[in-house]
């Protein structure tokens, strides 16, 4: 059984940052990649960030410059570093884990960001 655990959401004001950070437990033996989506109200869920196993990132044109996808392979854990947040970052932020032939999905970690 695989777990994801999310952290880091949060409200803050325009121009702010976060970090958030999601950690993967359970018999985990081989990882794809590992991704945030986020989800506004009213919208579809979207790509924000991936990266791969090998390293390779990529961001949505919406968020590029501003956040930053890392990863620590040892700990099996992913983050997400947001900065210059704007009122329209405002979304549930949901990790994913994708292992050969599955998809895992956290939670999700409520981001708001005021004007």
């Known amino acids: 059984q695989v777990q994801l655990v999310e952290s880091g959401g949060g409200l803050v004001q325009t121009g702010d940052s976060l970090r958030l950070s999601c950690a993967a437990s359970?018999?985990?033996?081989?990882?794809?990649?590992m991704a945030w989506y986020r989800q506004a109200p009213g919208k579809e869920r979207e790509l924000v960030a991936v990266m791969t196993n090998g390293g390779s990132t990529n961001y949505a044109d919406s968020v590029k410059g501003r956040f930053t996808i890392s990863r620590d392979n040892a700990k099996n854990t992913v983050y997400l570093q947001m900065n210059s947040l704007k009122p329209e970052d405002t979304a549930v932020y949901y990790c994913?884990?994708?292992?050969?032939?599955?998809?895992?999905w956290g939670q999700g970690t409520q981001v708001i960001v005021s004007s």
């Open positions: 359970g018999s985990i033996f081989s990882i794809n990649a």
């Open positions: 994913k884990l994708l292992i050969p032939s599955y998809v895992y």
